[in-house]
């Protein structure tokens, strides 16, 4: 111990000495203390040097400073030392620096008063603190509200929050948060808005209960506990109010600067209101209940305002306005009744003037009469055993009566108003459990201590002694848990002093039985009190100089009560005819006020007992002797009973606690006077928290924390694979004294002080290895100047060298070149000269080398024909003895060959009789057949390689001859040339002489020229010189002017782009702020249609419920179906009517509201869609009278077109039987010639083929003739119309027309017609695309006949030359695999027959019905011209063999259900998405769709489109937490939205369709609207999406980007409190960032496989990044101990991490990275220096993405993990704060986790074709038909 004290205390050790006025003062030591040292040398902060002296006795030394890394802390608990100096330095940090109001004290939660607004208690903060633990999150009151509600849902137990401390401090605006935290999270079980209702009654009892006093304007002066009811599910369901102990004085005194209750002063400050005319009322200095404190008025507000917000509190709780007049009229009574003036008659009575004119408007307004009110203010009755006396009062005692008789009245008022807001607040659902909120005055002292003080400090007694014992029930659980010693702990029990209160003759039992005494008084009640405790109790002591006066030493410090008051106030009497008088008023709420006055505990209505089922329960009323004894039951024996109450209730839940701190007495916001926090924190019980953690284990560490705290403590040997032994081992080579610490399970538990001496072993072992870190570094750096200079003087050298280097390079040159001249020049005289000599031998050579080469040429050619007519000689001779020999050999081999062949012939059909023969041959015909295969290959070999030789003997032979022919003529050739060239040599020798001459001359002529052109080339370079510098001045100025040209361009650019793209940001601003507004209201509206549903449904119910035997059904449509229909049809408004009146009843005002704006604007759709309807008829019937002129001549048209048409495919017909016709021909002339061959049987299958081919195209030709006359026909009776037109007037056809029912129908019968020509046009170029495919394989397959053909013939022939047995066994072979490939082809042929039969009936039912509609339409077309006018023509049927799928699908009506169930309602997603291709479901719905758009059915699209969107909206409904289903309808609903556009024929989305999707495209029906409507519903599935990915990935945000540490080893685990915040080693069930990649993936990937469209899928991604990193920034701004440098980088490398994942997944550019801004810059903030005004500028401009609140909050919160770091200076925030002063920005705090991107849905077509769509079985469809 002794080594460690001087270990800890040595020079520059910081420590703590009492000081006078600011308690403790911080002073560093200047000398190492040694052991014996009477005085410790010291130095204070403001470099003042004292001697501190030692005690003599107890040599005890001064607290020591806790690290700096552990000032600021949010627990108390976690300091190393525990102390009062430390506790108050610690809370005055985070109070004046961080601006922090909330400090953890192991359990409790301490809250300072900052007495300023603080944005800390918004909606955002509460989503913030919803379901975190209470040690993750900074210290806050929701943090308690939110742990009470956590373990009452967990531990199925109920909870008590208990909030105390002085007027002022802030208690019932503490309790107000909770309350709020509690309506908020959990919300109301039904529609009554109970949550509204429990804040309501603040607002109400802040009126009636609180005042100003001189420490707070709104001091509650009563206590209360609200508890607050929850159902099974824990939803709010009530609530109920205890109060205790109302300050009843206040209302007829007040001491200077206080007031009366809030409500008096609302009443006189509304005075002038109509309605409070009557009551008489004026200023509230008229009044003397509210004018005696001098301070009517609080300074910012406004009484009047109040006032309306109470009586909106009372309507909300259900205190109808007829009550809360009579409310104002008793209040306004008490105020009357204080201002009447009672005058002495005499010493002993008094009376009152006649005609008081206040105690007439008392009077009145209360219903009773003057006289008796007058009589017994003045009188009180005496009652005997045999008579009755009226005895008058003096004025003081008359006085005093009317005092109390206002202190009733109001008592009996405030009660009333209490039970009442309790009915107001109990429901009839069963109360499950709850949480209960005490209120409750803190522990008071004053000058003057009466009875209201005695009680208030006795029940703070009560909850101290309940505080000490959780506390240490909770230690005592811990240290079992652990399974470490418990040991007695010494503390403070005060027992003993609530026994000198409450026992048997105690204060209270002497204060009653002096009350029973007939003269009993303040005097003798003393006497008696220092008789009986003077001696015995060491806790109660009499003052020196007084003897009325007595003191108790309570927990928290000596109080010294003046007995004067305490027996009046513990009676509380008052005259009882005055009651009576009271009883018998006309005003029937004051009746009602003391109707029931035995129910009370007091005759003033005590209020400790009142509301609901905590009042005190009395027996029933037997008599009047018994509500005479109950009357005289006193308010110390009452509030004692409902103080055991409230103990048993708290003691019956686990309580939370919170101690509410005053820093000042003058109300300055964030001004800290320590000596009355010191003072508040005694007396709250906090420092005896502390006092009594430091005297056991305050300390805690899990081995994982100790661990990665201390390994730098540790060498490697000392580390173990088991985490706790390693831990063991270095702590006992750490601290000697094994008492400083416990090893429990799984923490180590310390002493107080041992954390502070490991931190400072830390940190000197750190600061050794930064010493050799800088020394390191330095070295290196020296070194590397060093070698930096050696470098560049090696440099110098270098250059240097190098330059002597090339000069001597450069001379060296110099003479080589001029050593290469010379032997250059003399190299070419001397090669002239050779080149002369060499040029005069080779003329001699070749004159002699051409003579003998002439002669050996003669003589070689005289040879080479010798030979010639040799070898021709001799070749001649050798053919003939040749063909001579082979002629005879092979006579002589057929002669021997027939003879043998004879021989063998007779032989084998000898044995071919025989069948072991035949078996024996069919044994060993396998092997045979190879060796003939084998020797057929060799000869094959031997005459490829015979030919090849005798080719090149053929080829070389040729070759030689023809260049000996060459070579012959060439020589002749030169022979000649030498002829002819000899005669030339003379001639050219003159023409040489000549050529001289003329050489010479020219010569002289060039001179000449040569000098001329040198002369006008020098005048001409002068002459371009000088235009060059004109043309470069010219250039110049051309440049500048295109420069300055190019620069105002590139200005006026710039500035419209800057323009531009303002103007596009903006429109794109308000387009996205447009449509976040359109889908807020379209999510608002989709909520109510949801309510109006759910309301609907249990309207029905309630129906059933009442009408068991008739079952009512809802003739309306729900909101939902509406929209989705057409404006054509409307429900009966009757009964739509009717149904929303059954509606309306069971809803709110609220969204009857909303319900009804809603109706409005659809009624006004309606209203506008009947007038476009309107409009959009006139022009129709406009356009049709155009249109029927236009009829005619485009029906002509298309006539001539189909005519044209057809003669175009009859000749193209002709054609191809032309062509048909010449290969049957060719076919049938190659079958003659190859007749013998052994395929004949595939050549009558070919001309089978070929027969059917030409009888195939006999019935297209017969189809030709039909639809040939079929369109004369119509053609005539077109034209038969026309002329009967022509006769008769022009009107007729108009009459015509108008004989139809609808416009529309002729429309359709001309688009009947189109459309039956086109698919006739279709038809006929599918069959010539048949016949030309039929032509193709019949050419194939001649070609393959002919191939075959020729293969046959060549295996004939080689079979031919084998000898007899191979030839026999080849054509075995052959013949064996003819018929297999035979066997084959004619199986495959069978297999198409059997599909063309069945092919042949299914068309053949088809074209019977098809045959006999024909016959119906050419009956009804043999009619007279006229019937066909009348009659629209039918559509053409032509039978067809069969029809190509269209991509529809067909359905009857009844199988809609079924469609829906199976495609929507019971569809699995996984299956679909694994198995199918994406958007299937899609897919299908539409293939029906377009079925019925093609049949031309509006209702069967209507009821279709509106099952759909309603089934998908209720499998949403059921499953809508289902990620997978929901992705999945999210993906169909888009494709089915992109289909509908793709298919609609609107050019915009056709662009990239093919023609055959162009074809498929809707024809009779516009779906704009209904696009629209399921735009609509994507939104709503996107929303739901959203939602369902934010609940999955909620849990694993803060675990994983801000808790888990990433990179190992960068964060230092700091002491945690007893609230151990979550660690950052992942456990097992831990997230961590890896979780969050992998769901970020799993995401991704289900929403691929279900073909989400990219677009779609890259709004996700950002939408889940802005939720990761808003929820991250959340945390990060709410949690102090996040805020470090190392965790900054942690962010940094997590978000790295993110943005990678964005990379691999090829989604940068989608914007998601940008919402991480905000948070890599708080990151970055964390890691940036913050000192000078640099760092500043630095951090306004590189925090653009943060708002001012956030950055401050940011660096208030920056928390050093090591001494090495440094904290954020006051002044430096208040730099930031004022360099960021001009932005224009919200004061909001945190980011809204809430808010969702608007989306969008680009069309994104499909290049899939419908008609190759296949619909799986699995699905059950097939009562789907594909058309």
Not at 938 to 959: G, M, P
Not at 1159 to 1175: A, D, F, I, P, Y
Request: with cysteine.
């Amino acid at each position: 111990m002794n080594r460690e004290l001087e270990y800890m205390f040595v020079h520059s050790a910081r420590v703590w000495i009492p000081d006078a006025e600011e308690v403790w003062k911080s002073a560093e030591l200047t000398k190492d203390y040694k052991n014996g040292d009477a005085t410790l040398q010291l130095m204070l902060e403001d470099g003042t040097a004292v001697d501190h002296k030692l005690d003599p006795k107890t040599k005890n030394l001064p607290y020591l400073r806790n690290p700096d890394i552990l000032v600021g802390e949010n627990d108390l608990t976690a300091l190393s030392y525990l102390h009062e100096p430390a506790v108050l330095h610690n809370l005055k940090v985070r109070f004046i620096d961080s601006k922090l109001i909330y400090t953890y004290c192991g359990i409790v939660l301490v809250a300072i008063n900052p007495y300023e607004t603080l944005p800390i208690y918004g909606s955002e903060i509460i989503n913030a603190y919803s379901g975190q633990n209470m040690g993750d999150m900074d210290p806050h009151i929701f943090a308690v509200a939110e742990e009470a509600y956590k373990q009452m849902a967990r531990d199925e137990r109920n909870q008590s929050i208990i909030v105390s401390g002085e007027s002022g401090a802030g208690k019932t605006v503490s309790a107000k948060y909770a309350m709020r935290y509690f309506a908020t999270v959990s919300g109301s079980a039904s529609e009554a808005n109970v949550e509204e209702k429990v804040l309501a009654s603040n607002p109400i009892m802040e009126a009636i209960g609180n005042a100003k006093t001189t420490r707070n304007d709104n001091s509650s002066r009563f206590g209360k506990y609200i508890e607050i009811g929850f159902d099974n599910r824990y939803r709010i369901i009530g609530a109920n109010m205890r109060t205790y102990l109302l300050e009843k004085s206040r209302v007829v005194f007040q001491a200077d600067e206080e007031r009366n209750y809030h409500i008096f002063y609302q009443l006189c400050a509304s005075a002038n209101q109509p309605e409070f005319k009557n009551l008489r009322l004026s200023s509230a200095n008229d009044f003397l209940y509210t004018r005696q404190g001098r301070s009517p008025v609080i300074e910012g507000i406004d009484d009047a305002k109040e006032l309306r917000t109470t009586r909106h509190a009372f309507t909300l709780l259900g205190i109808n306005e007829s009550y809360q007049v009579g409310l104002f009229q008793v209040l306004a009574a008490i105020l009357h009744l204080g201002n009447v003036e009672i005058k002495d008659r005499d010493s002993d009575s008094s009376l009152i003037p006649p005609n008081n004119r206040h105690l007439t408007a008392f009077c009145e307004l209360v219903g009773v009469t003057y006289q008796d009110m007058s009589q017994w203010l003045c009188h009180r009755k005496l009652k005997t055993a045999t008579e009755t006396y009226i005895k008058p009062l003096p004025r003081l005692q008359a006085t005093n009566a009317r005092d109390a008789l206002s202190k009733h009245i109001y008592a009996k008022l405030f009660n009333w108003i209490v039970e009442h807001v309790n009915k107001a607040l109990i429901t009839n659902v069963k109360q499950h459990s709850f949480i209960g909120v005490l209120d409750i005055y803190g522990f008071e002292t004053f000058e003057i201590n009466s009875f209201e003080q005695f009680c208030i400090n006795y029940a703070n007694e009560k909850l101290q002694q309940q505080f000490n014992m959780h506390v240490f029930k909770l230690e005592q659980e811990e240290y079992m848990k652990e399974q470490i010693p418990w040991t007695l702990i010494d503390f403070y029990d005060n027992q003993p002093c609530i026994n000198l209160i409450e026992a048997k003759m105690g204060i209270l039992d002497l204060l009653d039985e002096e009350c029973k005494m007939p003269k009993g008084s303040d005097d003798s009640w003393a006497q008696k009190l220092y008789n009986t405790h003077l001696k015995t109790c060491s806790l109660f002591e009499k003052p020196r100089m007084s003897n009325r006066a007595f003191i108790i030493q309570h927990f928290a410090d000596k109080v010294e009560y003046q007995c004067e008051g305490f027996l009046e106030k513990n009676k509380d009497t008052v005259n009882e005819e005055q009651i009576n008088v009271l009883k018998a008023s006309k005003f029937n709420l004051l009746v009602e006020l003391f109707h029931d006055e035995e129910k009370a505990t007091t005759p003033t209505g005590q209020v400790a007992g009142t509301g609901g089922r905590t009042r005190l329960s009395i027996k029933p009323d037997k008599g009047r002797d018994t509500s005479s004894k109950e009357h005289k039951k006193t308010v110390g024996c009452q509030f004692r009973n409902s103080l055991q109450m409230l103990m048993e209730t708290l003691n019956a839940t686990t309580p939370h606690y919170v101690r509410c701190i005053k820093p000042n007495d003058f109300k300055q916001a964030f001004s800290f006077d320590p000596k009355r926090a010191v003072q508040q924190l005694r007396a709250c019980g906090v420092l005896e928290t502390i006092r009594i953690s430091a005297a056991g284990f305050p300390s805690r560490w899990t081995y994982q924390e100790f661990f990665s705290r201390y390994r730098v403590l540790m060498k490697q040997k000392d580390v173990l694979p088991d985490k706790k032994l390693t831990c063991k081992n270095v702590l006992e080579k750490l601290v000697q004294d094994q008492d400083k610490y416990q090893f429990g399970k799984t923490k180590i538990f310390f002493r107080a002080g041992q954390v502070a001496y490991l931190e400072k072993l830390r940190a000197d072992k750190l600061r050794v290895a930064c010493i050799r870190i800088q020394k390191t570094i330095r070295s290196w750096l020296a070194r590397k100047k060093y070698l930096r200079q050696r470098s560049a003087a090696i440099t110098i050298q270098r250059f240097t060298r190098g330059y002597q280097a090339r000069c001597l390079a450069k001379f060296m040159r110099r003479t080589q070149a001029a050593t290469i001249i010379q032997k250059y020049q003399r190299m070419c005289v001397e090669r002239k000269r050779y080149r002369q000599k060499q040029a005069a031998a080779l003329a001699v050579q070749t004159i002699l080398r051409a003579y003998m080469a002439r002669q050996k040429y003669q003589a070689l050619l005289r040879e080479h024909k010798a030979i010639i007519i040799q070898k021709h000689v001799r070749g001649w001779l050798a053919r003939c003895w040749y063909k001579r020999c082979l002629e005879a050999i092979v006579y002589l081999q057929c002669c021997i060959r027939r003879m043998r062949a004879k021989r063998e012939l007779k032989k084998l059909k000898i044995e071919a009789r025989s069948v072991e023969h035949f078996k024996k041959l069919n044994k060993g015909m396998e092997n045979k057949i190879m060796q003939l295969q084998r020797k057929i290959d060799e000869q094959h070999k031997d005459n490829r390689l015979v030919s090849e030789r005798l080719v090149s003997l053929e080829s070389s032979y040729a070759a030689e001859s023809e260049r000996m022919r060459s070579e012959l003529s060439r020589l002749r050739g030169v022979e000649e040339d030498a002829k002819n060239k000899t005669s030339q040599v003379s001639s050219l020798l003159e023409e040489l002489e000549r050529l001289k001459k003329e050489l010479s001359v020219t010569q002289q002529e060039k001179k000449t020229i040569e000098d001329w052109a040198q002369k006008y080339r020098s005048e001409m370079e002068t002459m371009v010189s000088e235009l060059k510098d004109q043309n470069g001045l010219l250039k110049k100025e051309k440049d500048d002017l295109n420069r300055m040209i190019q620069e105002q361009s590139r200005q006026m650019t710039e500035k419209m782009a800057r323009a531009i793209a303002q103007e596009t940001q903006q429109l794109e601003t308000d387009l996205n702020e447009e449509r976040s507004r359109y889908q807020n209201l379209l999510t608002e509206h989709l909520r109510l249609e949801e309510k109006y549903d759910d309301l609907k449904e249990e309207l029905a119910h309630s129906s059933n419920v009442s009408k068991p035997g008739h079952r009512r059904t809802d003739s309306t449509h729900s909101s939902n179906e509406s929209e989705y229909t057409y404006n054509s049809e409307y429900a009966d408004t009757e009964e739509g009517s009717r149904a929303r009146e059954d509606v309306t009843r069971g809803m709110d005002t609220s969204l009857t509201l909303k319900l009804q704006k809603r109706v409005t604007e659809l009624e006004q759709e309606k209203q506008s869609l009947r007038n476009e309807l309107e409009n959009k008829e006139d022009q129709f019937q406009r356009a049709r009278a155009r249109d029927d002129a236009q009829f005619r001549k485009a029906r002509g048209a298309e006539l001539e077109y189909e005519s044209l048409k057809r003669q175009e495919l009859e000749s193209e017909n002709k054609k191809l039987r032309h062509d048909l016709a010449e290969m049957r021909q060719s076919l049938l002339g190659d079958a003659a010639t190859g007749a013998g061959a052994p395929g004949s049987p595939a050549y009558k299958v070919l001309l089978d083929q070929l027969n059917a081919s030409c009888e195939e195209l006999e019935v297209r030709k017969e189809e030709v003739l039909i639809l040939r006359s079929q369109l004369v026909s119509q053609k005539e009776a077109v034209h038969h119309k026309d002329e009967k037109e022509t006769m008769t007037e022009p009107s007729v056809f108009a009459q015509d027309v108008n004989k139809l029912k609808d416009a529309d129908e002729l429309r359709q019968a001309y688009v009947g017609l189109k459309d039956t020509n086109r698919l006739l046009e279709q038809q006929l170029q599918t069959q010539r695309r048949t016949y030309d495919s039929e032509v193709e394989s019949l050419r194939g397959e001649l070609q393959n006949v002919k191939e075959e053909n020729n293969r046959q013939q060549q295996l004939l022939a080689q079979n031919l030359q084998l000898p007899p047995e191979a030839r026999i066994e080849a054509s075995l072979q052959h013949e064996i695999t003819r018929l297999t490939n035979e066997n084959l082809d004619l199986m495959e042929q069978l297999e198409k027959q059997d599909r063309t039969i069945r092919k042949l009936k299914k068309q053949l039912k088809v074209y019977s019905k098809r045959i006999g509609e024909m016959g119906a339409g050419q009956t009804e077309g043999q009619t007279s011209p006229g019937q066909m006018v009348e009659e629209p023509i039918h559509p053409v049927n032509i039978p067809r063999r069969e029809k190509d799928f269209q991509g529809m699908l067909e359905y009857k009506k009844e199988d809609e259900m079924k469609l829906v169930k199976n495609l929507i309602l019971e569809l699995k997603p996984r299956g679909v998405a694994v198995n199918l291709i994406p958007g299937l479901p899609a897919y299908i719905l539409f293939m029906c769709l377009r079925h019925a758009d093609y049949v031309n059915d509006d209702q069967k699209v209507r009821t279709l489109l509106t099952s759909t969107i309603n089934s998908i909206k209720k499998i949403l409904k059921k499953r809508g937490d289902d990620f997978e289903t929901v992705s999945f309808w999210l993906a169909n609903t888009c494709r089915f939205l992109h289909c509908l556009k793709q298919y609609s024929g609107d050019e915009a989305f056709m662009k990239s369709n093919s023609s055959r999707q162009n074809e498929h495209c809707l024809s009779n029906f516009d779906l704009a609207e209904y696009r629209q409507v399921i735009s609509d519903l994507a939104i709503q599935i996107y929303q739901q999406l959203v939602k369902c990915m934010e609940n999955i990935l909620q849990p694993m945000i803060v675990s994983g980007m801000l808790e888990h540490e990433t990179i190992q080893g960068v964060s230092g685990v700091k002491p945690t409190g007893l609230r151990k915040r979550t660690s950052s080693i992942a456990d097992e069930g831990t997230y961590t960032l890896d979780s969050i990649l992998r769901q970020l993936s799993a995401f991704h990937s289900t929403m691929c496989q279900h073909g989400t469209d990219p677009e779609l899928i890259k709004q996700v991604v950002k939408q889940l990044f802005y939720i990761i990193g808003a929820v991250t920034l959340n945390n990060l701004l709410l949690r102090k101990d996040m805020c470090s440098w190392s965790k900054g980088m942690q962010i940094r490398y997590n978000v790295s991490q993110l943005e990678e994942w964005l990379r691999d997944k090829g989604l940068m550019n989608c914007g998601a990275k940008e919402t991480l801004e905000p948070l890599i810059q708080a990151a970055q903030l964390l890691q940036v220096k913050k000192k000078t005004d640099e760092d500043a500028d630095a951090i306004c401009s590189m925090c653009h993405a943060l708002t001012t609140a956030q950055i401050v909050k940011v660096l208030n919160l920056y928390t050093p993990v090591n001494e090495f770091e440094e904290r954020v200076s006051v002044a430096f925030i208040r730099t930031i704060q004022t360099r960021l002063r001009d932005r224009c920005e919200s004061p909001q705090l945190l980011m809204d986790t809430k808010m969702i991107y608007p989306v969008t849905f680009p069309f994104n077509p499909s290049s899939l074709a419908l008609e190759t769509i296949q619909i799986p079985t699995s699905l059950n469809l097939s009562f789907l038909t594909r058309v």
